[in-house]
């Protein structure tokens, strides 16, 4: 009984972590049509920024700084965003097939950056003592007070897109997203627009990171696998539906529910396949995005007008 | 209103404006006409800020905009339709004009987070002007669908709407009557007229459609191989022998073979 809630809040914190990414990606691509392949890069900055300030000091890496991990949350924010601005600055004013090459290459950058340098998070080893908030508490109270903070943050994350999808700052995204040269014309400043739909979005990819390496306690290179990252997000968000906030949380519930899911049943498997079951999972995956775009070309929430505000 | 002075603009080895001199009288309607590839939508683009030329200067209103972005040509004052109608596709009709005045208070994400009672006073009033422009236009039945699934007149219309939300000093019409049905053509040119002659906006419009030409425009500017070939009336145009050489073609009734060419 008590594994089961166990489970059941791993689970729940999981799809709340990602419905953080979903979001942030949404924004992204849903708001104002950018292919950001780079998302493993923003949480990587998000996490690793955690880790380093939250962590208690360690001859391993950079700091730790021992800061209470809440105060990380907005400095990790902040850390992604300002990696963020410049790549915007350079790569929105190129055509959008562009930014995603340049946006994989820069994750990877990122990536192997904190991988191989050894002196700021501990290389391939990564950094095993981040604390989590209300850990204290013990389980499983302080696993439910840690869903508790993922579920207040994805909430606030939630209302504030959607105001913002009804928003003329969403119309004029959604102008740019739809045609780049008319929304010019009508004197929207594309750049700009795109700049901070670019910035914000990796903003919250930050946080989202942040939260990850909290709940796991630990952040490494395996952390920030691009088919963890980058890879799930994107598959979360088609199915769910991109330019529809709650298709974004919803493709986050259903894409977590069954890549968990094929874990039971990959831990099954002989020997000799186990060590290919990540691959077979990603495989799974792809299936499962085809089946799902025979039938809803669009995910499963489609797109929709925002209501009018009267 | 616009002039440009000695425009060049070459891709690749073709010079699609070369050496061209022109200018749109304030308070006119100019009339822009050529065979296909005479360099009238390059030009229209380089006025309107999306191409860079790369010789020669743009003026607007006196002032020298030559290499201005878009959108803040937009702000001086100049509209433009496209030879290919540009829409919002994934937005509604309502939605494509709402979008158009520039520096909406709700483009700013505070104040889209907040909603201060000023930002949704001013949305209001922004809805309110454009059902009016939809209901001129009589597209109002349409309103709420969305633009990509419009015909491509109505896409058109949608276009001119969004010229309309707005007080610009100047609009540029690309082809505004291809596609469009007669009658359909007939009420926009009346509303051309109205907004000349009431609002005082100045057109400069490229149109294969020779009555339409006739009807609304004075003077008429024509293009051939980058350059101007000659200005004046429309009688003037229909009667100089190196405009029929180039354009309008042999027979008297030239403009009904060149009605659906693309510039």
Redesign the interface.
């Known amino acids: 009984m008590f594994g089961l809630l166990m489970y059941g809040l791993t689970l729940l914190t999981m799809i709340g972590i990602y419905g953080v990414l979903t979001l942030a990606l949404n924004l992204q691509w849903g708001f104002a049509g950018l292919f950001n392949a780079g998302i493993a890069g923003f949480f990587a900055v998000g996490a690793y920024t955690t880790a380093i300030l939250t962590a208690p000091e360690s001859a391993n890496h950079l700091g730790g700084f021992g800061w209470p991990p809440l105060a990380a949350l907005p400095v990790a924010m902040l850390l992604s965003g300002l990696i963020a601005w410049p790549i915007g600055r350079i790569c929105l004013g190129l055509k959008g097939d562009y930014l995603a090459m340049a946006s994989i290459g820069i994750a990877e950058i990122i990536r192997l950056v904190f991988k191989n340098e050894t002196w700021l998070a501990n290389g391939t080893m990564g950094i095993s003592t981040v604390p989590r908030p209300f850990e204290s508490l013990g389980q499983p109270w302080g696993n439910a007070a840690f869903l508790l903070l993922v579920v207040l943050i994805l909430v606030v994350l939630y209302l504030a897109a959607e105001r913002a999808w009804a928003s003329p700052w969403g119309r004029a995204m959604r102008a740019i997203r739809d045609n780049e040269l008319a929304a010019a014309a009508i004197g929207k400043d594309v750049v700009r627009f795109r700049l901070e739909a670019f910035v914000i979005g990796s903003m919250v990819m930050g946080l989202g990171g942040a939260l990850s390496a909290m709940y796991f306690k630990f952040i490494g290179a395996s952390a920030t696998e691009p088919l963890l990252t980058t890879f799930l997000v994107w598959v979360m968000l088609i199915i769910g539906g991109s330019g529809n906030n709650r298709g974004a949380l919803l493709g986050a519930l259903v894409v977590w529910l069954i890549w968990s899911g094929t874990e039971l049943f990959t831990n099954r498997l002989p020997a000799e396949w186990i060590t290919r079951s990540s691959y077979l999972r990603a495989l799974l995956i792809g299936v499962l995005l085809i089946v799902v775009l025979q039938r809803f070309a669009r995910g499963i929430l489609p797109e929709r007008p925002p209501r009018r505000i009267d | 209103m616009i002039k440009v002075e000695n425009l060049v603009k070459r891709f690749g080895g073709i010079r699609a404006v070369d050496g061209c001199s022109l200018a749109v009288a304030k308070g006119s309607v100019t009339g822009l006409i050529g065979p296909n590839g005479a360099g009238k939508s390059t030009l229209f683009n380089i006025i ?3 191409l860079a030329p790369d010789q020669g200067t743009v003026w607007l209103d006196g002032e020298d905009v030559t290499g201005w ?3 803040r040509l ?2 001086k004052g100049l ?2 339709t ?1 030879q290919i109608a ?7 009709v309502l ?2 004009l ?12 505070v ?3 907040l ?1 201060w009672p000023a ?2 006073r001013e ?2 009033g ?2 309110l002007r454009a059902e009016e422009v939809l209901a001129q236009l009589r597209i109002d039945h349409v309103k ?1 669908e ?1 633009a ?1 699934n419009l015909s491509g007149g109505q896409k058109k219309l949608v ?1 001119l709407a ?1 010229t309309m939300m ?1 007080q610009p000093k100047v609009v540029l019409l690309d082809e505004i009557g291809a596609g469009v049905n007669r009658t359909l053509l007939a009420e926009i040119a009346g509303e051309i007229e109205r907004l000349n002659r009431d609002h005082g906006y100045t057109f400069f419009v490229i149109e294969h459609d020779m009555d339409l030409i006739a009807r609304l425009c004075h003077p008429v500017i024509v293009m051939a191989e980058g350059r101007v070939l000659m200005q004046g009336s429309m009688a003037d145009v229909r009667g100089d022998q190196a405009v029929i050489e180039a354009y309008l073609g042999g027979g008297k009734s030239g403009h009904d073979g060149v009605r659906r060419g693309a510039a």
Not at chain 2, 86 to 92: D, K, L, N, S, Y
Not at chain 2, 98 to 109: D, I, K, N, W, Y
């Open positions: 309107a800020g999306l972005p878009a959108h937009f702000r509209a433009r496209f540009h829409e919002f596709g994934r937005m509604t939605e494509n709402m979008a158009v005045p520039a520096r909406q208070s709700g483009e700013r994400l104040n889209a987070w909603r930002v949704r949305e209001k922004i809805r709420h969305l990509g276009e969004r707005w």
